[in-house]
């Protein structure tokens, strides 16, 4: 297995960014569809068209693509539009995913840095320099949200940061997401800047914004529904939504937001939308219901609060990563030194198939690993199942901040043993 394909099994969740660029080529971006083409990737459906469909599905699902490309199209046309109204700020596209933002930034000479998964960075950098050639001011970097040295090395330039933020915290449980927010929150008291979200308004208002490009159909609406809720369900084993910034509770979001040291500014997305919605071309009648709903829709701008405290790094975070492992007598010995996340995790996971098919019993010594992201969850909990006799399977040494990990995801209860 290549590195490309251990970092998909790593963190699987990748493969949803391939929707973007696709619905964004779908809905007329012309630059969305030249990254496609760069990237190799078929248009939006494609693989749908290539199996039998009963008419009647077929009809539904070109009458739910519409809505379905809105939801994409306007978030990522809104924040483009916010973007040129800040020249002053380098763009740090959190994650970039496989969108033409940098496409569209470079012909402003904007300085741009897509960060997103190794998986998508590996695709996105040959892809571009496709299109626009060599740049000095966009570039693309392969980092993990929860790695705040990730994130700060390619930050080497003078001038506030613009952080954007689309689909992305959704992803993280909430001992991952207070440390995404730790880490953009010391970003930002470093260089100056702010934070721009699109998350919250999405997770209130995207059914609204399906149901008005619906015309209100209460059978597609309802259709919409139950295909999100299955995809939400079985999409890379990741649960949604699960942590406080998607409590419905408006008043417990924006205590957690200050507690992580944010000021938070409201910007009302519909004031931000083009002129003309290219996914709405078939059903122009909705147009004007879809933009009273973006009227309700704000971008979360969040800024340093005024003597807000950095939180703290754990203990040994800055240790570098380092597996050693053996196997003998059945059992596959190993032990992990510091963060265990997306770009590091899939070593381990390499180590592991090269001892080959006859580990019968797994030991983890876990002492001087100072994190663990779910990516790095992930490669535990295949490890753990490919073993016959699950008591085979130790992991020790957890330290309190990785054993509150693991508490938190519900993995102790078979990870940790006592």
């Known amino acids: 297995m290549d590195n490309q394909e251990l970092r998909e099994l790593v963190n699987p969740v990748f493969n949803t960014a391939k929707s973007c660029v696709q619905l964004d080529a779908a809905a007329g971006d012309a630059d969305a569809q030249r990254l496609l083409d760069a990237l190799g990737f078929e248009p939006f459906g494609a693989q749908m068209s290539k199996k039998p469909v009963p008419k009647e599905l077929h009809e539904q699902v070109k009458r739910l693509f519409p809505a379905y490309t809105i939801l994409i199209e306007s978030r990522f046309q809104a924040m483009n539009r916010l973007i040129e109204q800040m020249e002053d700020r380098r763009i740090v596209d959190l994650p970039c995913g496989y969108t033409s933002r940098g496409i569209r930034m470079s012909r402003q000479g904007r300085t741009y840095l897509g960060f997103d998964l190794p998986a998508v960075i590996d695709a996105m950098v040959p892809a571009v320099a496709g299109i626009i050639g060599k740049s000095e001011s966009v570039s693309y970097h392969a980092v993990d949200a929860t790695n705040y040295e990730s994130m700060a090395a390619p930050l080497t330039g003078n001038g506030p940061l613009l952080v954007t933020t689309e689909g992305l915290l959704m992803y993280f449980v909430q ?19 702010s934070w721009v979200i699109t998350d919250r ?67 009302c997305m519909g004031d931000y939308l083009p002129d003309e919605i290219g996914s709405l071309r078939q059903s122009p009648e909705a147009e004007p219901a879809v933009r009273e709903v973006f009227r309700k829709m704000m971008f979360w701008e969040l800024t340093v609060a005024e003597q807000s405290a950095a939180k703290p790094a754990p203990v040994d975070a800055n240790l570098p990563f380092k597996v050693e492992c053996s196997v003998k007598d059945g059992a596959f010995e190993v032990s992990i030194q510091g963060r265990m996340d997306t770009i590091t995790a899939p070593e381990l996971l390499k180590r592991f198939q090269e001892a080959g098919s006859g580990v019968r019993a797994i030991h983890i010594d876990v002492r001087r690993m100072s994190y663990v992201s779910s990516a790095g969850l992930r490669v535990l909990l295949m490890m753990y199942k490919s073993l016959k006799d699950k008591d085979g399977f130790e992991m020790t040494g957890a330290s309190d901040a990785v054993r509150e990990i693991l508490e938190t995801t519900g993995f102790d209860q078979f990870l940790l043993k006592g």
């Open 175 to 193: 001992s991952e997401l207070e440390t995404v927010f730790a880490n953009i929150h010391r970003l930002l008291q470093k260089h100056g800047g």
């Open 201 to 267: 308004a999405y997770f209130l208002h995207d059914r609204e914004i399906v149901a008005a490009a619906l015309n209100n159909d209460p059978q597609l609406t309802a259709m919409y529904a139950a295909v999100t809720n299955r995809a939400a369900a079985t999409t890379a084993d990741v649960k949604f939504n699960d942590s406080v910034f998607f409590d419905p509770d408006d008043a417990k979001v924006r205590a957690f937001i200050g507690r992580m040291g944010f000021e938070l500014n409201e910007i």
